[in-house]
């Protein structure tokens, strides 16, 4: 069956420091890969995607991810954090129609 | 614009007890589905549609059953609530799939089973 492993369960980083949130996921085929995140009162949201091309892709707020087809990772990454970026960040991998597979969430705290 | 609405916010249930979780959206979306939320495990797909009178299994369906008579509403019935239900469950809808483009969620509804 599909999976999708996020490294970390919680994460905790003071303003301006990097920030790298691991997934691997365990399809084999062709994958559509995503980023959401839920700020705390949010609703969940989509904070990036790759579909196809560029492994590098860019989304909201700074925040950047990278497809690495022959590792099965998609790692998001923030060159320096704020508070605001507090949240619980999920990876998410759709290998078959109209079904995501989400992992089970990294919370990130960041403190100023 | 209300987008993904859903109802109630909080229920508390006794075992064996029945409840319909509403969900409906205002975007003209084909697609919806349901997810439950736990501790460590992430979002789970529980079913969901591609539209009106086509529904599928997703996977977590046991324990729940849903129906789309309509493009708009998307209930999720609890026909005999177990204690192993207790949950945050959400849901999404898009345009035509969550391939294809993001998927927008409701602000979710906190289930106890007792």
């Known amino acids: 069956a599909q999976s999708v492993s996020q490294h970390n369960h919680h994460v905790i980083l003071s303003e301006a420091a990097s920030l790298e949130l691991g997934c691997n996921y365990s399809y084999g085929g062709t994958v559509n890969l995503f980023w959401y995140v839920q700020y705390p009162g949010q609703h969940l949201q989509l904070l990036l995607k790759?579909?196809?091309?560029?492994?590098l892709v860019k989304g909201i707020k700074g925040f950047e991810a990278e497809f690495i087809k022959s590792k099965f990772s998609f790692n998001l990454r923030k060159p320096s954090v704020q508070w605001s970026d507090t949240a619980e960040y999920f990876c998410?991998?759709?290998?078959?129609?109209?079904?995501?597979?989400f992992g089970a969430g990294t919370t990130v705290t960041v403190r100023a | 614009n209300a987008g993904v609405t859903q109802t109630p916010k909080f229920q508390v249930l006794k075992t064996g007890q029945s409840m319909t979780l509403q969900c409906a959206q205002d975007?003209?979306?084909?697609?919806m589905s349901w997810y439950r939320q736990d501790p460590g495990m992430g979002l789970r797909l529980i079913h969901y549609?591609?539209?009106?009178?086509?529904?599928d299994q997703g996977e977590v369906p046991n324990g729940y059953n849903v129906s789309r008579s309509t493009t708009e509403d998307f209930p999720l019935r609890l026909l005999s609530a177990a204690p192993s239900q207790t949950s945050v469950y959400f849901c999404a809808s898009s345009p035509r799939g969550p391939a294809q483009e993001k998927l927008f969620f409701g602000s979710g509804t906190q289930l106890s089973v007792l």
């Open positions: 549609s591609v539209g009106a009178g086509i529904t």
């Open positions: 975007m003209n979306h084909e697609y």
């Open positions: 790759y579909f196809s091309g560029d492994p």
């Open positions: 998410a991998v759709n290998a078959a129609d109209y079904k995501l597979s």
